[in-house]
């Protein structure tokens, strides 16, 4: 009897398709660059630009960003109003100082880049969006700088219809100095007229109400004041009123000062942010 030989399996086309998708999917994962893989799984859907407030620096709000980064990646920017920069370029600067790095932050994958600060950084949120306009959303700590109080209680006016009369002349390069209001502490400031008048105008970029009736798109807004902050009494009707109507803005009081507002905030400014989505 002859010894049976075993069948050889039957190719068949389907089957043959199969294992061929198989191996194909294999080499694209093999052949999909890694670094390329691990930005898609760990980038963070949302990036914060946020900037300190007047004579300060990005380290007085790093605690507060790192309590951040669970929900929102935080890049802290030193603007011209720190202590060390003290002025060194007008407004418009750094407005595109602020788009630059919101570019950035979009060049990298954010889907939603947000904008805010402390106190000047606040103003400084408010003016880009009245500006610029493409961030999308606001944290507003603690409002500050108030450059039209500053003009109506005499503080710097000479200064600054100096510096408006010298920048109309085209002598904006010329140095002027003034004397700087920072929650109840003063400095003297030397800067051009151009920088000057940019700042300090009553009714220029730092003019919170103007800025956030300015807004070139309605985006939402937390704004938190502190029951502290020389600011409180004013309310909504200041700033927070004008701005476009959003469903996700909100107005938030804490109880604290201008200062410590950010510290204070900090659950209600997570909670703000996870409902952005």
Same mark, same amino acid.
């Given at each position: 009897?002859?010894?049976?030989?075993?069948?050889?399996? $039957?190719?068949? !086309?389907? %089957? /043959?398709?199969?294992?061929?998708?198989?191996?194909? &999917?294999? @080499? +694209? *994962? $093999?052949?999909? !660059?890694? %670094? /390329?893989?691990?930005?898609?799984?760990?980038?963070? &859907?949302? @990036? +914060? *630009? $946020?900037?300190?407030?007047?004579?300060?620096?990005?380290?007085?709000?790093?605690?507060?960003?790192?309590? +951040?980064?669970?929900?929102?990646?935080?890049?802290?920017?030193?603007?011209?109003?720190?202590?060390?920069?003290?002025?060194?370029?007008?407004?418009?600067?750094?407005?595109?100082?602020?788009?630059?790095?919101?570019?950035?932050?979009?060049?990298?994958?954010?889907?939603?880049?947000?904008?805010?600060?402390?106190?000047?950084?606040?103003?400084?949120?408010?003016?880009?969006?009245?500006?610029?306009?493409?961030?999308?959303?606001?944290?507003?700590?603690?409002?500050?700088?108030?450059?039209?109080?500053?003009?109506?209680?005499?503080?710097?006016?000479?200064?600054?219809?100096?510096?408006?009369?010298?920048?109309?002349?085209?002598?904006?390069?010329?140095?002027?100095?003034?004397?700087?209001?920072?929650?109840?502490?003063?400095?003297?400031?030397?800067?051009?007229?151009?920088?000057?008048?940019?700042?300090?105008?009553?009714?220029?970029?730092?003019?919170?109400?103007?800025?956030?009736?300015?807004?070139?798109?309605?985006?939402?807004?937390?704004?938190?004041?502190?029951?502290?902050?020389?600011?409180?009494?004013?309310?909504?009707?200041?700033?927070?009123?004008?701005?476009?109507?959003?469903?996700?803005?909100?107005?938030?009081?804490?109880?604290?000062?201008?200062?410590?507002?950010?510290?204070?905030?900090?659950?209600?400014?997570?909670?703000?942010?996870?409902?952005?989505?």
């Amino acid at each position: 009897m002859s010894p049976t030989v075993p069948a050889r399996p $039957l190719h068949h !086309p389907i %089957s /043959a398709l199969i294992r061929l998708g198989r191996w194909l &999917s294999l @080499a +694209l *994962v $093999l052949a999909w !660059p890694s %670094s /390329a893989w691990l930005q898609t799984a760990t980038t963070p &859907s949302c @990036a +914060l *630009v $946020l900037m300190h407030g007047k004579w300060g620096g990005p380290q007085g709000l790093a605690l507060f960003a790192r309590k +951040l980064e669970n929900v929102c990646h935080v890049v802290l920017l030193e603007m011209p109003w720190s202590g060390r920069r003290a002025y060194d370029q007008p407004y418009s600067v750094a407005l595109k100082e602020i788009s630059t790095q919101v570019q950035s932050l979009r060049d990298k994958g954010y889907r939603q880049v947000l904008v805010g600060g402390q106190s000047f950084g606040t103003n400084a949120a408010l003016a880009y969006m009245a500006e610029v306009g493409d961030a999308d959303g606001v944290l507003a700590l603690a409002p500050g700088h108030s450059p039209r109080l500053m003009y109506q209680q005499g503080m710097g006016r000479a200064e600054v219809d100096q510096a408006r009369s010298l920048v109309a002349a085209g002598q904006g390069a010329q140095a002027l100095t003034i004397n700087d209001m920072n929650q109840g502490r003063r400095r003297n400031m030397t800067m051009s007229a151009e920088t000057l008048l940019s700042y300090f105008d009553p009714d220029g970029l730092g003019h919170m109400p103007k800025t956030s009736a300015g807004f070139k798109k309605a985006v939402p807004v937390l704004w938190v004041i502190g029951t502290q902050d020389p600011l409180y009494p004013a309310g909504e009707a200041f700033a927070y009123a004008k701005l476009p109507p959003h469903a996700k803005s909100r107005y938030l009081v804490v109880e604290a000062g201008h200062g410590n507002t950010p510290e204070v905030a900090t659950a209600g400014v997570i909670e703000w942010l996870k409902g952005l989505g």
